[in-house]
């Protein structure tokens, strides 16, 4: 056995290695990281390194950053604290799962929200699926985001439970997510947030037709003055409006929309109110961006999961000019799909024991679903059924599925860390969140985006040169 001496001299000489690497690395981030960054992320098919060459040099860009969450999640695993956004492999890898990415038949491009296996903590990578490479990155900073709230609207962000929710690209290079209680706007070559809204955010964000604001998931806190029982124990949603430099414009309850409407029966007249802490729950707000026979440009399809509805909301009008409930189930993701379809998101389940907050499959072997209800002929179809089966598509509590300008479909089994890209008649790239070999990371939310989609935020992301992140 090492005597006290020698063990404190082997951990002088540890400390001093790790130092003297540290040093080295930081001189490499600071005059040799500049050129290779720029190098490295202009991403026009002409780089000078590789795939990998590229990871392993935005990393070292940003060694400070990756060196402080190193020692917090040394820390953190020191106190016996379980990593919240993993998840065991074991348990929720299935034999139908495949790793096809990237893939060089794909123009686009995946805005990608997730844990990252060497940041050990959320990150947002545009990745182009093409060939994989990193076009820009953005790191949500929970220090940074708490120095930004008061305390008296939302709760202080923990970093380990952090998650940047649906991440809507602007065309500056700029990211707006929401951490499901506020709102953050950041840029991609600074951890510090343009601005931070206290106020509480949750699930999709999305560009209002002006350009100039965005409509967010909130909740209401005046819904009902008349009724002092319901304002305390109802948890009523909202749709809340606002603009691109974090100011709050409108916040519209959703549960007086549906009185207004009178609907309220939908909401207030069904068994959800034996669980009031959460009876509509809103998690999808679509801007319609073009006029049709069944809606005009700026109305919004929304959907509110624990009534399985789905609606049309005009808020030039305040009127539900078209709403379903089911055949869809705890639903996610109502999209617009041309100027008379709709998708949706079924996640195909139903609430389980209460006291065990679960939600179940009617049938064991049952999969989520993709629905298409068409205006025209009032019906509802699977056009994906066989495709979704084949990869066994389970996502219970979550879920994103975009069908695609050119007929396919775009997929995040939230629940499990996967996306996938799938064709009209075949998948044609699968991804998964791996962290290490025992563990598969969250996802939050990611888009994908077309290659005219991603133009503009491209343009500006290869002109701002971001330097290593302070």
Same mark, same amino acid.
């Given at each position: 056995?090492?005597?006290?001496?020698?063990?404190r001299?082997?951990?002088?000489?540890?400390?001093?290695?790790?130092?003297?690497?540290?040093?080295l690395?930081?001189?490499?981030?600071?005059?040799l990281?500049?050129? !290779?960054?720029?190098?490295?992320?202009?991403?026009?098919?002409?780089?000078?390194?590789?795939?990998?060459?590229?990871e392993?040099?935005?990393?070292?860009? $940003?060694?400070?950053?990756? !060196?402080?969450?190193?020692i917090?999640?040394?820390?953190?695993q020191?106190?016996?604290?379980?990593?919240?956004?993993?998840?065991?492999?074991?348990?929720?890898?299935?034999?139908?799962?495949?790793?096809?990415?990237?893939a060089?038949?794909?123009?686009?491009?995946?805005?990608?929200s997730?844990?990252?296996?060497?940041?050990?903590?959320?990150?947002?990578?545009?990745?182009?699926?093409?060939d994989?490479?990193?076009?820009?990155?953005?790191?949500?900073?929970?220090?940074?985001?708490?120095?930004?709230?008061?305390?008296?609207? !939302?709760?202080k962000?923990?970093?380990?439970h952090?998650?940047?929710?649906?991440?809507?690209?602007?065309? $500056?290079?700029?990211?707006?997510?929401?951490?499901?209680?506020?709102?953050v706007?950041?840029?991609?070559?600074?951890?510090r947030p343009?601005?931070?809204?206290?106020?509480t955010?949750?699930?999709?964000?999305?560009?209002?037709?002006?350009?100039? !604001?965005?409509?967010?998931?909130?909740?209401a806190?005046?819904?009902?003055?008349?009724n002092?029982?319901l304002? $305390?124990?109802?948890?009523?949603?909202?749709?809340?409006?606002?603009?691109?430099?974090?100011?709050?414009?409108?916040?519209?309850?959703?549960?007086?929309?549906?009185?207004?409407?009178?609907l309220?029966?939908?909401?207030l007249?069904?068994?959800?109110?034996?669980?009031?802490?959460?009876?509509?729950?809103v998690?999808?707000?679509?801007?319609?961006?073009?006029?049709?026979?069944?809606?005009?440009?700026?109305?919004?399809?929304?959907?509110?999961?624990?009534?399985?509805?789905?609606?049309?909301?005009?808020?030039?009008?305040?009127?539900?000019?078209?709403?379903?409930?089911g055949?869809?189930?705890?639903?996610?993701?109502?999209?617009f799909?041309?100027?008379?379809r709709?998708?949706?998101?079924?996640?195909?389940?139903?609430?389980?024991?209460?006291?065990?907050?679960?939600?179940?499959?009617?049938?064991?072997q049952?999969?989520?679903?993709?629905?298409?209800?068409?205006?025209?002929?009032?019906?509802?179809?699977?056009?994906f059924?066989?495709?979704?089966?084949?990869?066994?598509l389970?996502?219970?509590?979550?879920?994103?599925?975009?069908?695609?300008? $050119?007929?396919?479909?775009?997929?995040?089994?939230?629940?499990?860390?996967?996306?996938?890209?799938?064709?009209?008649?075949?998948?044609?790239?699968?991804?998964?969140?791996?962290?290490?070999?025992?563990?598969?990371?969250?996802?939050?939310?990611?888009?994908?985006?077309?290659?005219?989609?991603?133009?503009?935020?491209?343009?500006?992301?290869?002109?701002?040169?971001?330097?290593?992140?302070?």
């Amino acid at each position: 056995m090492a005597s006290p001496s020698q063990l404190r001299a082997h951990g002088i000489g540890f400390w001093l290695w790790l130092t003297c690497a540290s040093l080295l690395l930081i001189f490499f981030s600071f005059f040799l990281g500049a050129w !290779a960054v720029r190098h490295a992320t202009i991403g026009d098919g002409n780089s000078r390194f590789s795939e990998q060459q590229v990871e392993i040099i935005l990393y070292i860009a $940003d060694f400070p950053w990756y !060196a402080r969450n190193a020692i917090e999640e040394l820390w953190s695993q020191r106190k016996g604290e379980a990593a919240p956004q993993l998840m065991e492999r074991k348990v929720v890898e299935r034999p139908e799962w495949q790793r096809h990415f990237p893939a060089p038949e794909d123009s686009g491009y995946l805005l990608f929200s997730g844990i990252d296996p060497i940041a050990g903590k959320t990150v947002i990578k545009l990745i182009r699926v093409a060939d994989g490479t990193i076009m820009g990155r953005w790191f949500p900073d929970a220090d940074r985001i708490n120095d930004h709230i008061t305390g008296n609207n !939302a709760p202080k962000v923990n970093w380990r439970h952090l998650r940047a929710q649906h991440p809507l690209l602007l065309d $500056d290079g700029d990211i707006i997510y929401n951490t499901s209680f506020l709102l953050v706007r950041q840029k991609p070559c600074d951890t510090r947030p343009v601005w931070v809204l206290d106020e509480t955010m949750h699930h999709s964000n999305e560009m209002d037709v002006s350009g100039k !604001a965005f409509w967010v998931g909130a909740v209401a806190r005046d819904s009902f003055p008349e009724n002092s029982w319901l304002r $305390d124990k109802i948890r009523d949603d909202a749709l809340a409006l606002v603009s691109l430099d974090g100011k709050l414009l409108e916040k519209r309850s959703i549960l007086k929309i549906l009185k207004d409407n009178g609907l309220e029966a939908i909401a207030l007249g069904t068994s959800g109110l034996q669980t009031p802490t959460d009876p509509i729950h809103v998690n999808q707000i679509r801007v319609a961006r073009i006029d049709s026979r069944y809606w005009k440009r700026g109305d919004l399809l929304v959907s509110a999961r624990n009534i399985s509805t789905v609606f049309l909301y005009r808020p030039s009008t305040n009127k539900i000019i078209w709403y379903r409930i089911g055949p869809w189930l705890n639903q996610h993701s109502a999209n617009f799909i041309d100027d008379h379809r709709i998708s949706v998101f079924n996640n195909n389940v139903v609430s389980g024991p209460e006291e065990e907050g679960q939600k179940l499959f009617l049938n064991p072997q049952e999969t989520s679903q993709v629905q298409v209800y068409d205006f025209d002929t009032d019906k509802v179809s699977r056009p994906f059924q066989k495709l979704l089966a084949s990869v066994r598509l389970r996502s219970v509590t979550e879920g994103r599925a975009r069908v695609l300008p $050119d007929g396919g479909l775009y997929i995040e089994e939230t629940n499990y860390g996967r996306h996938l890209r799938f064709t009209k008649d075949k998948l044609l790239w699968s991804r998964v969140n791996d962290y290490d070999e025992e563990h598969v990371g969250m996802v939050s939310w990611s888009r994908y985006l077309t290659a005219d989609e991603a133009r503009i935020p491209l343009q500006a992301l290869v002109s701002l040169q971001c330097k290593p992140q302070q």
